[in-house]
């Protein structure tokens, strides 16, 4: 099992705990334990089996446990996002192992790409939302709970089997996929009407950085994708889940408590995203420094987004509160000191 | 001259999952898809994964005979966009197996090609839960033979694996669609 996704369950976990510990009243604290323990064990399975090709085997089985669940959208909306995931994996992963001339393992890695996209919802394929659907069964269960685990085993994984030409492609295909999520993601949670959008758009962004992260292939570039997974699980999930409510009651507010959390969102520092960011624009220079250059604009982007994210939040009051100054507190630690869960990935 | 002869059966029944509209359809779909991957998991991973992807295509095939639409339906009127792909999918995977890559299994590679893409566009395509389902455990039993691939001696635990995902995906309750 790789380090980085023992890591990443374990936070995974910790955020379930989080979850039913300081989920707004409106939801249903059983619901929460259940489904996310269902979506914590098929992440560990997936982490756990020997090969990829069991993994994806489990990851259709979790895609259809999720369409069965109650939600707002039909069953086949809900099936159609990872069959074709994996789907798309099966195939570029059975390009990559054929005897064939490299151009067809670079479709192979085109394959794994577009996979990895459609399983967690990025650009281009993007799951459909329901302002109304509850969290558990919405997109943002892949975005923010399942994915972080999958991402990390798909490309692993597929690293180890894909040859050295087509892993450079695999590489750039991430790099270019992960700077449009981050301008799409950004600009789209600044603009687009509806909080709920709003707030996946503000994941889709963060996946940029991970995707970008993976696809410098150099180790500050792991060290980024990482550092932002841990703020996506830890950081912006549970502030999602509390911001659920204000959401709901259309409640906006400009408090001190929303600026922080806007700052948080936005990479700021002292809170983990920074750390993960200057990481991240350090690898970009290792390998091409316009890069950095573009990277450093996009990052900007993400400015305007969080303070209306940050205002979305409401006035958490009570066990809410706890629990935003719990998420600021650990992101703010891990931003101050990230060299424990480096450490911890082998990183 | 069997693995040709499998890998030809593989592609008509998952045809059949694509073009039939009824659940008789789909259940033989299902049941031809993996009778024809099982004769190719025997000859390239042994007898435990053949029995295995037997063994979860048959329950789900069964279970997929007593539920769903009523009928065969195969061929209804509007699917000649299907019947077309069907075919198109089978020239293009012939020419990737055969001659865009190289190796001994051709057919493995003609089967999963065709298994995996065929049913991917069925569960696009429609909005039938069953028929959906039905797709569901051909990729399953599809990405389970893929394991064979590349490797000279395939593990069994993919085959396994995906002998169990077709046997169970057909009996999960669905629920209709309602406000959170």
Same mark, same amino acid.
């Given at each position: 099992?790789?380090?980085?996704a023992?890591?990443?369950?374990?936070?995974?976990?910790?955020?379930?705990?989080?979850?039913v510990?300081?989920?707004p009243?409106?939801a249903?604290?059983?619901?929460?334990l259940?489904?996310?323990g269902?979506?914590?064990?098929?992440?560990?399975?997936?982490?756990?089996?020997?090969?990829?090709?069991v993994?994806?085997?489990?990851l259709?089985?979790?895609?259809?446990?999720?369409?069965a669940?109650?939600?707002?959208?039909?069953?086949?909306?809900?099936?159609?996002?990872?069959?074709?995931?994996?789907?798309m994996?099966?195939?570029?992963l059975?390009?990559?192992?054929?005897?064939a001339?490299?151009?067809?393992?670079?479709?192979?890695a085109?394959?794994?790409?577009?996979?990895?996209?459609? %399983?967690?919802?990025?650009?281009?394929?993007l799951?459909?939302?329901e302002?109304?659907?509850?969290?558990?069964?919405?997109?943002?269960a892949?975005?923010?709970?399942i994915?972080?685990v999958?991402?990390?085993?798909?490309?692993?994984?597929a690293?180890?089997?894909?040859?050295?030409?087509?892993?450079?492609?695999?590489?750039?295909?991430?790099?270019?996929?992960?700077?449009?999520?981050?301008?799409?993601?950004?600009?789209?949670a600044?603009?687009?009407?509806?909080?709920?959008?709003?707030?996946?758009? %503000?994941?889709?962004?963060?996946?940029?950085?991970?995707?970008c992260?993976?696809?410098?292939t150099?180790?500050?570039?792991?060290?980024g994708?990482?550092?932002?997974?841990?703020?996506?699980?830890?950081?912006?999930l549970?502030?999602y889940?509390?911001s659920?409510?204000?959401?709901?009651?259309?409640?906006?507010?400009?408090?001190?408590?929303?600026?922080?959390?806007?700052?948080?969102?936005a990479?700021?520092?002292?809170?983990?995203g920074?750390?993960?960011?200057?990481?991240?624009?350090?690898?970009?220079t290792?390998?091409?420094?316009?890069?950095?250059?573009v990277?450093?604009?996009?990052?900007?982007?993400?400015?305007?987004? %969080?303070?209306?994210?940050?205002? %979305?939040?409401?006035?958490?009051r009570?066990r809410?509160?706890?629990?935003?100054?719990?998420?600021?507190?650990?992101?703010?630690?891990?931003?101050?000191?990230?060299?424990p869960?480096?450490?911890?990935?082998?990183? | 001259?069997?693995?040709?002869a499998?890998g030809?059966?593989?592609?008509?029944?998952v045809?059949l999952?694509?073009?039939?509209?009824?659940?008789?359809?789909?259940?033989?779909?299902?049941?031809?898809?993996?009778?024809?991957?099982?004769?190719?998991?025997?000859v390239?991973?042994?007898a435990?994964?053949?029995?295995?992807i037997?063994?979860?295509?048959a329950?789900?095939?069964a279970?997929?005979?007593?539920?769903?639409?009523?009928?065969?339906?195969?061929?209804?009127?509007?699917?000649?966009?299907?019947?077309?792909?069907?075919?198109?999918?089978?020239?293009?995977?012939?020419?990737?197996a055969?001659?865009?890559?190289?190796?001994p299994?051709?057919?493995?590679?003609?089967?999963?090609?065709?298994?995996i893409?065929l049913s991917?566009?069925?569960?696009?395509?429609t909005?039938?839960?069953?028929?959906?389902?039905?797709?569901?455990?051909?990729?399953a039993?599809?990405?389970?033979?893929?394991g064979?691939?590349?490797?000279?001696?395939?593990?069994?635990?993919?085959?396994?694996?995906?002998?169990?995902?077709?046997?169970?995906?057909?009996?999960?309750?669905l629920?209709?669609?309602?406000?959170?």
């Open positions: 099992m790789p380090p980085e023992i890591e990443l369950l374990v936070i995974a976990a910790a955020a379930l705990v989080f979850a510990a300081f989920a009243q409106a249903s604290r059983r619901t929460l259940v489904r996310g269902a979506g914590l064990a098929g992440s560990a399975a997936i982490a756990a089996v020997p090969t990829l090709d993994a994806l085997l489990v259709l089985m979790l895609g259809v446990l999720h369409a669940v109650a939600g707002t959208r039909s069953f086949a909306t809900r099936l159609r996002p990872p069959v074709i995931a994996v789907g994996l099966a195939l570029g059975l390009l990559v192992r054929v005897e001339p490299d151009l067809v393992a670079r479709f192979g085109v394959g794994l790409v577009a996979g990895l996209a459609a %399983s967690i919802g990025l650009l281009p394929y799951h459909p939302i302002p109304d659907e509850a969290l558990t069964a919405s997109p943002v892949w975005l923010g709970f994915g972080p999958l991402a990390v085993v798909v490309v692993v994984r690293q180890g089997a894909l040859p050295t030409d087509a892993g450079g492609a695999f590489g750039g295909m991430l790099v270019g996929l992960g700077l449009l999520n981050m301008a799409w993601g950004g600009v789209a600044w603009l687009t009407a509806d909080e709920v959008a709003a707030w996946r758009y %503000s994941f889709v962004a963060d996946w940029g950085l991970v995707l992260g993976f696809g410098l150099v180790a500050d570039g792991q060290r994708a990482l550092l932002v997974l841990f703020s996506i699980l830890a950081g912006r549970p502030l889940l509390i659920r409510q204000a959401i709901r009651e259309k409640t906006t507010t400009r408090r001190p408590i929303n600026l922080v959390v806007a700052a948080a969102l990479g700021s520092a002292p809170f983990v920074f750390g993960a960011r200057i990481l991240l624009l350090r690898a970009s290792q390998i091409y420094w316009p890069l950095a250059l990277l450093a604009v996009v990052m900007l982007l993400w400015l305007p987004g %969080s303070l209306r994210l940050g205002r %979305s939040l409401g006035q958490p009570r809410q509160a706890l629990g935003v100054a719990l998420i600021l507190a650990v992101n703010v630690a891990a931003g101050l000191y990230p060299l869960l480096l450490a911890a990935a082998r990183l | 001259m069997i693995q040709p499998a030809i059966v593989v592609w008509l029944g045809s999952v694509v073009v039939a509209d009824g659940r008789r359809g789909q259940a033989v779909g299902i049941a031809l898809s993996a009778l024809g991957l099982a004769v190719l998991a025997f390239t991973a042994g435990v994964a053949a029995a295995a037997a063994a979860g295509g329950i789900a095939g279970r997929r005979f007593v539920s769903g639409p009523a009928g065969w339906e195969i061929l209804s009127p509007g699917s000649t966009p299907r019947l077309v792909l069907c075919i198109v999918t089978a020239l293009v995977a012939f020419w990737v055969d001659a865009v890559t190289s190796g299994v051709a057919s493995v590679r003609f089967a999963v090609i065709t298994a893409t991917a566009a069925r569960v696009l395509s909005a039938e839960p069953a028929a959906q389902l039905s797709a569901v455990a051909v990729v039993i599809g990405v389970a033979s893929a064979a691939i590349g490797s000279t001696d395939p593990a069994v635990w993919p085959y396994l694996a995906g002998g169990v995902v077709a046997a169970i995906v057909g009996w999960l309750p629920r209709s669609p309602s406000a959170a």
